[in-house]
Protein backbone atom coordinates (compact mmCIF):
# COMPACT_ATOMS: atom_id res chain seq x y z
CA UNK A 1 0.00 0.00 0.00
CA UNK A 2 0.75 3.73 -0.25
CA UNK A 3 2.91 4.71 2.60
CA UNK A 4 2.84 8.55 4.35
CA UNK A 5 6.00 8.98 6.44
CA UNK A 6 4.95 12.06 9.06
CA UNK A 7 7.45 13.80 10.90
CA UNK A 8 7.76 16.82 13.12
CA UNK A 9 5.32 16.67 15.72
CA UNK A 10 5.83 17.71 19.23
CA UNK A 11 5.44 20.09 22.27
CA UNK A 12 6.20 23.78 22.44
CA UNK A 13 4.50 27.22 24.12
CA UNK A 14 2.40 28.99 22.62
CA UNK A 15 4.02 31.58 20.09
CA UNK A 16 6.77 28.78 19.14
CA UNK A 17 7.01 27.02 15.94
CA UNK A 18 7.22 23.57 14.56
CA UNK A 19 7.52 22.06 11.28
CA UNK A 20 5.72 18.85 9.78
CA UNK A 21 6.86 17.08 6.86
CA UNK A 22 5.24 14.34 4.94
CA UNK A 23 7.03 11.80 2.08
CA UNK A 24 4.78 9.86 0.26
CA UNK A 25 6.30 6.40 -1.83
CA UNK A 26 3.60 6.97 -4.71
CA UNK A 27 4.64 6.86 -8.53
CA UNK A 28 2.46 9.56 -9.80
CA UNK A 29 2.98 12.00 -6.86
CA UNK A 30 2.37 14.97 -9.41
CA UNK A 31 -1.30 14.40 -10.16
CA UNK A 32 -2.31 14.07 -6.05
CA UNK A 33 -2.93 17.07 -3.77
CA UNK A 34 -1.31 17.01 -0.79
CA UNK A 35 -1.90 18.54 2.35
CA UNK A 36 -2.14 18.30 6.52
CA UNK A 37 -5.93 18.02 8.37
CA UNK A 38 -5.97 18.31 12.11
CA UNK A 39 -8.07 16.67 14.77
CA UNK A 40 -8.68 18.15 18.08
CA UNK A 41 -9.69 16.18 21.29
CA UNK A 42 -13.44 16.10 20.80
CA UNK A 43 -13.78 17.66 17.85
CA UNK A 44 -13.59 16.79 13.59
CA UNK A 45 -11.27 16.29 11.07
CA UNK A 46 -10.79 19.59 9.69
CA UNK A 47 -8.30 20.95 6.62
CA UNK A 48 -5.33 23.05 7.39
CA UNK A 49 -3.91 23.33 4.61
CA UNK A 50 -3.53 21.68 0.95
CA UNK A 51 -1.23 22.25 -2.28
CA UNK A 52 -1.68 21.26 -5.58
CA UNK A 53 0.72 20.05 -8.14
CA UNK A 54 0.18 23.46 -9.84
CA UNK A 55 1.38 25.08 -6.40
CA UNK A 56 -2.40 26.28 -5.76
CA UNK A 57 -3.03 26.76 -1.85
CA UNK A 58 -5.65 26.57 0.65
CA UNK A 59 -5.62 27.22 3.88
CA UNK A 60 -7.83 27.31 7.07
CA UNK A 61 -8.99 30.83 8.10
CA UNK A 62 -7.85 29.96 10.98
CA UNK A 63 -4.18 29.20 10.19
CA UNK A 64 -3.53 32.46 7.34
CA UNK A 65 -0.82 34.24 7.55
CA UNK A 66 0.73 31.79 10.54
CA UNK A 67 0.96 28.39 8.70
CA UNK A 68 2.84 28.20 5.33
CA UNK A 69 2.81 24.99 2.91
CA UNK A 70 5.26 23.63 0.13
CA UNK A 71 5.55 20.99 -1.98
CA UNK A 72 8.77 19.33 -3.21
CA UNK A 73 7.97 16.84 -6.61
CA UNK A 74 11.31 15.71 -6.49
CA UNK A 75 11.27 14.55 -3.21
CA UNK A 76 7.59 14.03 -3.21
CA UNK A 77 7.32 15.33 -0.31
CA UNK A 78 5.48 18.47 1.87
CA UNK A 79 6.49 20.79 4.82
CA UNK A 80 3.83 22.58 7.05
CA UNK A 81 5.63 25.91 8.33
CA UNK A 82 3.32 26.84 11.99
CA UNK A 83 4.61 29.73 13.22
CA UNK A 84 3.22 31.75 15.98
CA UNK A 85 1.23 28.42 17.17
CA UNK A 86 -1.75 28.74 19.72
CA UNK A 87 -3.31 25.98 21.83
CA UNK A 88 -6.13 25.96 19.63
CA UNK A 89 -3.52 24.58 17.17
CA UNK A 90 -3.47 21.88 19.39
CA UNK A 91 -4.52 18.11 17.56
CA UNK A 92 -3.72 15.34 16.26
CA UNK A 93 -2.39 16.29 12.34
CA UNK A 94 -3.02 14.29 9.53
CA UNK A 95 -0.64 14.03 6.60
CA UNK A 96 -3.17 13.85 2.94
CA UNK A 97 -3.15 12.75 0.11
CA UNK A 98 -6.18 13.37 -2.89
CA UNK A 99 -6.36 12.09 -6.38
CA UNK A 100 -7.65 9.26 -8.00
CA UNK A 101 -7.92 7.66 -4.92
CA UNK A 102 -7.37 9.57 -0.92
CA UNK A 103 -4.28 8.56 1.57
CA UNK A 104 -3.96 9.20 5.00
CA UNK A 105 -1.26 9.35 7.46
CA UNK A 106 -1.15 7.78 10.80
CA UNK A 107 -1.10 11.39 12.74
CA UNK A 108 1.18 13.38 14.99
CA UNK A 109 0.23 14.66 18.00
CA UNK A 110 1.49 18.77 18.11
CA UNK A 111 0.58 20.28 21.70
CA UNK A 112 0.67 23.82 22.04
CA UNK A 113 0.87 25.04 26.02
CA UNK A 114 0.36 28.16 27.20
Known amino acids: QVHLEESGGGSVQSGGSLRLSCSTSITIFQIYIMGWYRQAPGGQRELVAT???????TYADSVKGRFSISRDNTKKSITLEMNSLKPDDTAVYYC????????WGQGTQVTVSS
Open 96 to 103: YLGGPYTF
Open 51 to 57: ISSHNDK
